[in-house]
């Protein structure tokens, strides 16, 4: 029986689908001593897939994942319905009875991936052994987003051999991080903590100069906007608020230890104007520099 599908025409803007012939499959992934373990037949994105709608009442010859990353669907997988919400995924085995699709009020947004192989079946129970409503809860993470974007961009490109190869291994790495989420995520939290602590390290040796929000996110190879999130997650400010506590605590030790003039030290923590130095002590430290030089100065 086919595939019953309704959507949209014009399918859904933004959309990724990439369906390897059936003679690469065939010749190559079903015989190499590497694909041949696991391998992907079809692969796509469908970002807020309003009417998107599969039934499929024998099933197909291929396990299938999808991974919802925003808005709701909801499955029927042989006689068990569910619903899917952000953060979720489905793992429907092959041979399966199934249908599926999106909401009609809030559609899904999802990453889906079919795949064959010797060992398939064995991932796909080992997937729902924890999960026997088909659908384990998957927290966001940015870095299993780059390995499907890494998996989709090549096949792209081709079918090379080494193409082949290359993206289903990287396959099994996006496997294992369905399958093992905790040691997956803390992966990616000693990364963030490294990217953060070298961030904080260069904020110090650059306290006396004047740099930018744009600068650090270069520094942590981030975009602004991850960089900002991230860093303020880990420590409670923004970079830019985190890099004059710096200033301020570094106006303190002069304060205690030097003689030197409010308007030197400003200089010298990269900020022109004694000023507006002098209001960004006061406004975190809840007194002016002056009067804390005269109860904690050290030097006679």
């Known amino acids: 029986m086919k595939d019953k599908a309704v959507r949209k025409r014009e399918g859904f803007e933004g959309q990724r689908l990439i369906v390897l012939p059936r003679k690469i499959q065939n010749e190559f992934l079903v015989n190499d001593p590497i694909t041949q373990q696991v391998y992907i037949t079809d692969i796509g994105y469908y970002p807020k897939a309003r009417f998107h709608h599969v039934e499929r009442a024998q099933g197909i010859s291929q396990h299938i994942i999808i991974y919802c990353i925003n808005g709701h669907g909801w499955a029927e997988i042989g006689k068990k319905k569910i619903e899917v919400a952000p953060s979720q995924?489905?793992?429907?085995?092959?041979?399966?009875?199934?249908?599926?699709?999106?909401?009609?009020?809030?559609?899904?947004?999802?990453?889906?991936?079919?795949?064959?192989?010797?060992i398939s079946q064995y991932i796909v129970d080992l997937i729902l052994k924890n999960a026997p409503n088909y659908k384990p809860t998957l927290a966001y993470n940015a870095n299993r987003i780059k390995l499907f974007d890494e998996i989709y961009d090549n096949l792209e490109k081709g079918y090379s051999d080494d193409t082949l190869k290359y993206v289903n291994m990287t396959f099994q790495h996006f496997l294992s991080s369905l399958l093992y989420e905790d040691k997956f995520n803390n992966q990616e939290a000693e990364r963030e903590n490294h990217v953060v602590e070298q961030t904080i390290e260069l904020m110090q040796k650059r306290v006396g100069e004047v740099v930018s929000l744009n600068e650090f996110a270069d520094f942590a190879n981030l975009s602004v906007s991850h960089f900002s999130v991230l860093f303020r997650n880990k420590t409670g400010y923004s970079p830019i608020e985190y890099f004059n506590h710096l200033k301020i605590q570094k106006a303190c030790q002069y304060l205690t230890f030097t003689r030197m003039s409010i308007k030197e030290m400003a200089i010298l923590l990269g900020i022109e104007d004694q000023y507006y130095f002098s209001r960004m002590f006061a406004k975190l430290m809840d007194i002016p520099p002056t009067e804390y030089r005269k109860r904690n100065q050290l030097v006679p």
Request: no cysteine; proline share 10%; glycine share 6%.
């Open 89 to 118: 995924f489905m793992a429907i085995p092959a041979h399966t009875p199934h249908r599926y699709g999106s909401d009609a009020d809030d559609p899904w947004t999802i990453y889906w991936i079919h795949f064959k192989g010797q």
